[in-house]
């Protein structure tokens, strides 16, 4: 059980253990510097630890932080480096989590691995799939997209079919420490009370940049770090002369400019997509495939459909603010908008 210290592994391994498995926790420590967010700080562990100590269970600690400043920090520097929005969260599940943690687990002769996500593990046309959770506000699904049929035969997700405060009132009823932690909502490699520019800094020369309108040529203002703007960005960005709200559409960081225009400009029915991110859940994404689309964790899923395979990009029914570079698309089955059929990351155009 891999247990985070947060309230929602705390109740999965609860409910595991009531069940009758045998189970055992693990904590992943990830990050070897600085923490007071996400799931890698000290406090975060010795809840997990005092949880384990409460449910009678046995509880370890796996020491991954080469690998995760290899698979996780590393690319996520590169990517803002090299002008991308890159989605920190999903690379720790896909090559940490549901990579070396099950790796380990069938190494020490486990039967399966669960985690505490909101999302649920189904059965289509007789394979495992990935499904949204039962809580539409804390649904996971988004940030497991890439997960296989073979990783997904192995998990357990023993908190999909449930609410949030179902799991709050459980963990209360068990005596879990955790029943009203709030939950993370930062990356855990980066301190809340520093930032991401702070962060930034201390590994890469950041840029700054003109803020400059598309359409008009004026000059709106100036940005500090441009390695942190997003294309489809609205919030700190300056409005227009004429009072309208502008969003980012590009950030060309050899020339230090960012380019912002009027909603109506910046809408797009296309994606491109990176060839080689394209992972699906069981049979191949084809070209031509209806799908229904969810470009952020907690974004509304929309109809659109897959081009391919020489060059890979999904076309909306309708418009769409523009999903930056680096991000994540996860594809849903259009007969079934529950549940998951692939993901992709957005390439530039």
Known sequence: MAMSGGVDSSVAAGLLRDAGHDVVGATLKLWGGASDSGCCSVADVDDARRVAQVLDIDHHVFNYTEEFERHVV???????????????CIECNRHIKFDLLIERANRLGFDAVATGHHARVVERAGRPALARGADPAKDQSYVLGYLGAAQLARLQ?????????????????????TWNKPDSQDVCFIEASRGREVFLRSRIPVTAATVVDRSTGDVLGRVDVAELVTVGQRRGVAPGRDGERRYVTNVDLAAGRVEVDRLEEVMVTTAPLDAQSMSTTDTALVDGERVWVQTSAHGVARRAVLHGPDY??????????PVAPGQSVVFYAFDDPDVVRGAAVVARS
């Open 74 to 88: 590393a690319p996520f520097v590169a990517g803002h480096a090299a002008g991308l929005t890159p989605n920190p």
């Open 312 to 321: 890979w990009s999904v076309e909306f029914d309708e418009p769409i603010r």
């Open 157 to 177: 997700l023993p908190i999909g079919t449930m609410t949030k405060d179902a799991v709050r009132h459980e963990a209360e009823r068990l005596g879990l420490r």
